[in-house]
Each structure stands twice: as C-alpha cells, then as structure tokens.
C-alpha cells in the first residue's frame, strides 16, 4: 500500500507519475481547493471527481495562498497536515500544493482530461477552462452538499464555545 505522503508530488516526481498514468491509458481529472477542515461534503465532492475519469490530482492552496484567498485566520490547518488527510481518502492519488493566487499555471503544467469545480463557479469563471477544453479537454461541475462548509464548522464551533 502507498503511503499517504507519497501521493503527496511536486516537480519531476508529479511529472512522471502525470507520464505513467497516462502511458496506461488512464485520464487525468484535476481540481483544487483549500480542504481546510476536511468534512462529508469535500469527500462527496472529491469521490464524484475521482468518478469523472482516470487519476484525481488535486491541487492544495498554501498556506500563503489560503490566507491571500479567505483572510488572516485560515488556514486553521498547516498545509502539510491538509496535504496528508487529502492524500489518505482513496479517492484521491496525487496531491501537489500551489502558491499562486489561482490554480492557472498548476492547471497548465498537470494538462488535466478533466478540469473538476464546484457548481457554484459559472464556466466562465473557471481559471484554466478555456485552455482545458482548447486542448480538447472537458470542465466538470459538481454541486455541493448542501449545508455543509469549512466556514459553516468554524461559525458553529465558535457559536459553541461562547455558550
């Protein structure tokens, strides 16, 4: 069995796992996200990416990133410990961090089937759809599970301790 920190990829080790996968036919899915707090709704949404396709590759904002992204709190989770958890769901083969304000370049360099995002973003707002499906790939929208969000645990949790 693969240890989780090794589906965890940067550099020529994520470039020769992209050459494997796809020297055996498999597509590549990609997507990307913060996965701060880990809950139901990101494993729903990353089993129904993985389902689209060949390899789940997903792209972890850092930490730099995640605060650019959502604020000075976040990430209430250190990347590397993200990275971990996202590594162990089956679902999932590869993750690679980016510290970039958006997925643009990872998007480029990984050259995904398959360009996988929530249902809440429009196509056209979708960073890397028009060079996904340019190259004769597809773009994926997964609507969430309703009622369940990073933000949404940490407003509750913070509810409950001023009780």
């Given at each position: 069995?693969?240890?989780?920190?090794?589906?965890?990829?940067?550099?020529?080790?994520?470039?020769?796992?992209l050459?494997?996968?796809?020297?055996?036919?498999?597509?590549?899915?990609?997507?990307?996200?913060?996965?701060?707090?880990?809950?139901?709704?990101?494993?729903?949404?990353?089993?129904?990416?993985?389902?689209?396709?060949?390899?789940?590759?997903?792209?972890?904002?850092?930490?730099?990133?995640?605060?650019e992204?959502?604020?000075?709190?976040?990430?209430?989770?250190?990347?590397?410990?993200?990275?971990?958890?996202?590594?162990?769901?089956?679902c999932?083969?590869?993750?690679?961090?980016?510290?970039?304000?958006?997925?643009?370049?990872?998007?480029?360099?990984?050259?995904?089937?398959?360009?996988?995002?929530?249902?809440?973003?429009?196509?056209?707002?979708?960073?890397?759809?028009?060079?996904?499906?340019?190259?004769?790939?597809?773009?994926?929208?997964?609507?969430?599970?309703?009622?369940?969000?990073?933000?949404?645990?940490?407003?509750?949790?913070?509810?409950?301790?001023?009780?």
């Open positions: 069995m693969i240890s989780t920190a090794e589906k965890i990829m940067e550099g020529k080790r994520l470039t020769a796992f050459d494997d996968r796809r020297a055996s036919g498999e597509g590549i899915v990609f997507t990307n996200g913060c996965f701060d707090i880990i809950h139901a709704g990101h494993v729903d949404y990353l089993e129904k990416a993985r389902n689209l396709g060949g390899a789940l590759i997903v792209g972890l904002n850092t930490d730099r990133s995640v605060r992204i959502k604020g000075p709190t976040r990430p209430i989770v250190p990347q590397e410990q993200r990275a971990r958890v996202v590594a162990a769901l089956a999932v083969d590869c993750v690679t961090l980016f510290d970039e304000p958006d997925p643009l370049k990872l998007i480029m360099s990984v050259g995904p089937d398959v360009l996988v995002k929530g249902a809440d973003w429009p196509l056209e707002k979708i960073v890397g759809a028009d060079r996904v499906m340019a190259g004769g790939g597809r773009v994926e929208r997964i609507e969430f599970t309703t009622g369940l969000s990073t933000s949404s645990i940490i407003d509750r949790i913070r509810r409950l301790s001023e009780k």
